[in-house]
């Protein structure tokens, strides 16, 4: 390996030194530097993220487009949730109904992204 310089005294040091001959400052080992992503826009980390959600399908995805339509939908339902029960039985009705809707609109949405993402892998 190429000498490198130490970074107190600027002592020219060999890779395999641990210590600096001159002044003793323990040498760091330079590292190489991590290439850049294939998509700025996106890390390392968030790719394979989705290729493992199109490539499997059932994986929660962190795609902005199908949080937003998971979004909205549980909002709708929430509020018809929410209508029926306070229609039916009042004030405690319209709670109970909101969260049954909520919990509905989650696991059917839920659902339909599921059904997406096979669509997607295909």
């Known amino acids: 390996m190429a000498p490198t310089s130490c970074s107190k005294c600027g002592a020219e040091v060999s890779a395999e030194t641990r210590f600096c ?3 003793g400052t ?44 998971q979004g ?14 306070f229609f039916l039985h009042g004030g405690f009705g319209a ?5 049954t809707g909520m919990v509905a609109g989650l696991l059917i949405s839920g659902a339909v992204l599921a059904i997406v993402g096979l669509v997607r892998k295909l």
């Open 21 to 23: 001959p001159a002044c």
């Open 26 to 69: 323990a040498a760091v080992p330079s590292l190489p530097v991590p290439p850049a992503p294939a998509d700025p826009g996106r890390s390392g980390g968030e790719q394979v993220y989705n290729l493992l959600a199109d490539k499997v399908g059932f994986v929660p995805n962190v795609r902005g487009k199908d949080n937003v339509i």
């Open 72 to 85: 909205i939908s549980v909002a709708a339902a929430l509020l018809i949730g929410a209508g029926i029960g």
């Open 95 to 99: 709670i109970v109904g909101g969260v």
